[in-house]
């Protein structure tokens, strides 16, 4: 029974910093690469950023580049992002993925998905 939740998001004013959490059950947690991804009304999903195994960093999107960290706590089955100086266009459904390898081009999508946690930046 894999489970993947999401939690911390809500609404915040431009500028504002959100953290979210992903609480993960039902698989080795450790073994797992862990993504945030996020789909903004009428687009594609987006994938953020991901955090391997060994705990290195991958950022896709250039938007979020030293806005957004990834993190992971192996002891607590846990993956957060921190979102710092938030932006209206950041405003999305932020869902966590865990997958058996770094996501590319062949495999994103691919994996356990949380059902999503809305983030809306507005004033």
């Known amino acids: 029974q894999v489970q993947l939740v999401e939690s911390g998001g809500g609404s915040v004013q431009p500028g504002g910093s959100l953290r979210l959490s992903c609480a993960a059950s039902?698989?080795?947690?450790?073994?797992?690469?862990m993504s945030w991804y996020r789909q903004a009304p009428g687009k594609e999903r987006e994938l953020v950023t991901t955090?391997?195994?060994?705990?290195?960093?991958?950022n896709y999107a250039d938007s979020v580049k030293g806005r957004f960290t990834i993190s992971r706590d192996n002891a607590k089955n846990t993956v957060y992002l921190q979102m710092n100086s938030l932006k209206p266009e950041d405003t999305a459904v932020y869902y966590c993925?865990?997958?058996?390898?770094?996501?590319?081009?062949?495999?994103?999508?691919?994996?356990?998905w949380g059902k999503g946690t809305l983030v809306t930046v507005s004033s």
């Open positions: 993925n865990a997958a058996t390898i770094v996501p590319s081009q062949l495999s994103r999508g691919m994996g356990y």
């Open positions: 039902g698989f080795t947690f450790s073994s797992y690469a």
């Open positions: 955090i391997t195994r060994s705990g290195a960093l991958l």
